[in-house]
């Protein structure tokens, strides 16, 4: 039984596991959802993706996660937290999702991206968390706003012997409390 790592209002989310592939491959192995990547995955790709998020389970404890839906049992996607690299040989958490097709336009990456910036913050200790996500896809940089990010930077990633140009977006534990108490200030000015 895999380990259960965090749950919302929709959505539990858990360390994958082998038997995880045929649902991992409606994402992995659709061009569609792919299309940042600039191509679909392989059965062996595919694997390797699941492994390397298995040793991340075990190295930094933390990785990309199932994403089930409550209401089905169904995976429909994966988020989580990666290390990643910025530039400059620096490495910061990463905030990733990556949802199948039948599950778009439903709320889930934003809902479950946002517990994974809590989680980051409140059970790993991060004081910041970015999501790096190609110039040219919107969804994703929708969602990664809607999580309080802002683009601070920029990359170029070299894959499949492209050169593709990433946002780096970001967000601080601090930037959040601030809004936070803002939100309860506004509210306070609202009821007098």
């Known amino acids: 039984m895999s380990r259960m790592i965090l749950e919302t ?30 191509h679909a995955f392989s059965d062996q790709e595919a694997w390797d993706w699941l492994h390397n998020q298995q040793r991340r389970y075990s190295r930094d404890g933390f990785g990309l996660w199932a994403v089930v839906e409550k209401a089905t049992g169904e995976m429909v996607g994966q988020c989580g937290i990666t290390w990643q690299s910025v530039g400059d040989d620096r490495q910061m958490p990463e905030v990733g999702y990556l949802l199948e097709r039948a599950a778009w336009h439903k709320g889930y990456a934003t809902e479950a991206a946002q517990a994974c910036r809590d989680y980051a913050f409140d059970t790993l200790g991060f004081q910041e968390v970015c999501s790096i996500i190609r110039d040219n896809n919107l969804p994703s940089q929708a969602v990664a706003r809607r999580n309080g990010m802002t683009p601070r930077g920029t990359l170029v990633k070299h894959y499949y012997g492209m050169d593709m140009p990433h946002l780096i977006f970001t967000v601080r534990r601090t930037e959040l409390e601030k809004e936070k108490w803002n939100g309860v200030a506004d509210s306070a000015i609202d009821k007098q």
């Open 9 to 38: 209002a929709r959505l539990r989310l858990r360390e994958m596991e082998d038997g995880d592939f045929p649902a991992l491959c409606r994402m992995l192995q659709d061009p569609v959802v792919m299309y940042a990547y600039e």
